[in-house]
């Protein structure tokens, strides 16, 4: 069993940054790939970014490629996404996700889900 939860949202203008964290309960994080989704008002969830568990396989949406990166730290049991140059179209709830099989592409189907946090982006 996974538990998730993430933190770092908030409001700020086009052009600014923010980073997101998700704490992971469990001693097998580590084994775990880690992405990140976001979910627009009447929109369906997408898939932003994915890293797997040693940090060196690591997929894009290509939305956010450039602007976005993701990374972990398994001591801390932790990821990241850090998030450059937003955009107001990146207004979301952003969600963390744990899926234990992800190897390349966008990651499909997570094992857990985070209750996500609010990024807003003003113009």
């Known amino acids: 069993q996974v538990e998730l939860v993430e933190s770092g949202g908030g409001l700020v203008q086009a052009g600014g940054s923010l980073r997101l964290s998700c704490a992971a309960s469990?001693?097998?994080?580590?084994?775990?790939?880690m992405g990140w989704f976001r979910q627009a008002p009447g929109k369906e969830r997408e898939f932003v970014a994915a890293i797997r568990w040693g940090g060196r396989n690591i997929y894009y949406a290509d939305s956010v490629k450039g602007r976005f990166t993701i990374s972990r730290d398994n001591a801390q049991n932790t990821v990241y996404l850090q998030m450059n140059t937003l955009k107001p179209e990146d207004t979301a709830v952003y969600y963390c996700?744990?899926?234990?099989?992800?190897?390349?592409?966008?990651?499909?189907?997570?094992?857990?889900w985070g209750q996500g946090t609010q990024v807003t982006v003003s113009s």
């Open positions: 996700a744990a899926n234990r099989f992800w190897r390349a592409g966008p990651m499909i189907n997570p094992d857990y």
């Open positions: 469990g001693r097998t994080f580590g084994t775990y790939a």
